[in-house]
């Protein structure tokens, strides 16, 4: 069990969350119990308490097939391809045409 918490404008911050429009699932036990009385006393807010969390049967799927964490660039990693030089620009194929001859006209 859980709550649910909807703002009536998205993006209103609350106990260091951003909540959304169209609302966020948090177990119990995420807030403290003085968090969870300030966000039911904020008039922004509809909280929504003892809900069971929706998991519908494409999320969960998902959820399933992730097995490999993604790997993260280092900060070294990062610092090294800022300060690479890009790759050599390559002619265009605007660039490698002729220009027409000019053609002569007798007078």
Same mark, same amino acid.
């Given at each position: 069990?859980?709550?649910? !918490? ?8 609350? @106990? ?7 609302? @966020? =699932?948090? *177990?119990?036990? =995420?807030?403290? &119990? ?5 966000? /039911? ?7 929504? #308490?003892?809900?069971? *969390?929706? !998991?519908?049967? #494409?999320? #969960? %799927?998902?959820?399933?097939? !992730?097995?490999? $964490?993604? $790997? ?6 990062? &610092? ?5 030089? $890009? $790759? *050599?620009?390559? /002619?265009?194929?605007? +660039?490698?045409? %002729?220009? *027409?001859?000019? +053609?002569? /006209?007798?007078?």
């Amino acid at each position: 069990m859980g709550v649910i !918490i909807t703002a009536k404008r998205n993006g209103f911050r609350r @106990c260091g969350i951003a909540h959304s429009a169209e609302g @966020c =699932y948090f *177990p119990d036990g =995420y807030f403290t &119990a003085e968090q969870l009385k300030a966000l /039911k006393d904020e008039r922004m807010l509809v909280v929504q #308490e003892d809900v069971a *969390p929706l !998991i519908d049967d #494409e999320q #969960e %799927q998902a959820d399933e097939s !992730i097995t490999d $964490p993604v $790997p993260v660039a280092t900060d070294q990693q990062t &610092a090294e391809a800022s300060t690479a030089s $890009p $790759p *050599p620009a390559t /002619k265009s194929a605007r +660039s490698t045409r %002729q220009k *027409p001859a000019e +053609s002569t /006209k007798a007078s």
